[in-house]
């Protein structure tokens, strides 16, 4: 269950696109590109491979064929983008601790220095997980299988905030093709990762719009998850109580 449009007057807004999507073609980055073209805004795809991605998704995407790992590839998917959802990360299990810098660190540095090279006036949303901060059970393990890949998230977390970049920080429970009757929780309270904290790609999804609707979710870092609630607060309720970020509460 998603939360209610109820109460979000004069606080939603339209988004300006186009809204460069990087990691359209799969999980979250891709329900990301569906809930913005309901909406009517224009998506732009970063793909290793155009033609697939041109498969994957719907012909109303812009595809542009490149790389987060090949820097020199990203200038045409950045001139121009109104937005940068950045949901890439690799998908392959075990991973080197190498392809989770190049991919996860370096990407992400990487997208960041050329949109300030093009000129980029926009917001830079980022997908992240709970967990990056402190350690429980669950993230020793992921670590362990995806090459310290929370470790690299933190690090790149920190890279945002100090770009300069108008930026909002998401970090998702963990992530399950469930997208059952479940309410949404927003919080700032640095949860251990745990498997009893998850959420559904497709509700994930919906907190990246949201947010990029939400003037209150700029230069914010929150977790998204499912909530013991019954039922959904509306977005408007959830986003208001995000408070900025600053040294002394990013852990």
Known sequence: MTPSPNGTE?????????????????GT????????????????????N?????????PSVEIVEGDVTKVE??????????????????????????SI??????????????AKATGFAGRFLYMTAIGVTRHSIESIGLNLIKGNTL?????????????????????CGVLTSDDGNHAVE??????????????GRDAAAEVFVEALRRSAAQRTTFEASWSN??????WDVLFRRLRPDSSATIM
């Open 50 to 58: 155009a033609m697939a991605a041109r498969t994957a998704l719907s």
């Open 29 to 48: 980055g891709k329900a990301i590109v569906v809930r913005l073209l309901r909406d009517g805004v224009a998506v732009r795809a970063l793909a290793r």
């Open 101 to 114: 810098i190049a991919v996860e660190y370096h990407g992400v540095m990487s997208t960041l220095a050329i």
């Open 73 to 98: 590839t990203l200038h045409a998917a950045l001139t121009g983008a109104a937005h940068v959802i950045f949901t890439a990360g690799v998908t392959k299990r075990p991973a080197s601790e190498r």
């Open 186 to 199: 927003l919080s700032q309270h640095d949860h251990r990762m745990s498997l009893f904290r998850r959420i």
């Open 151 to 171: 470790k690299w998230r933190r690090r790149a977390e920190e890279e945002i905030r100090r770009s300069g970049v108008n930026y909002t920080i998401v970090r």
């Open 229 to 234: 609630r019954k039922e959904s607060e509306p």
């Open 10 to 26: 004069g606080v939603a807004r339209s988004i300006d696109g186009p809204v460069l999507v990087i990691g359209a073609t799969r």
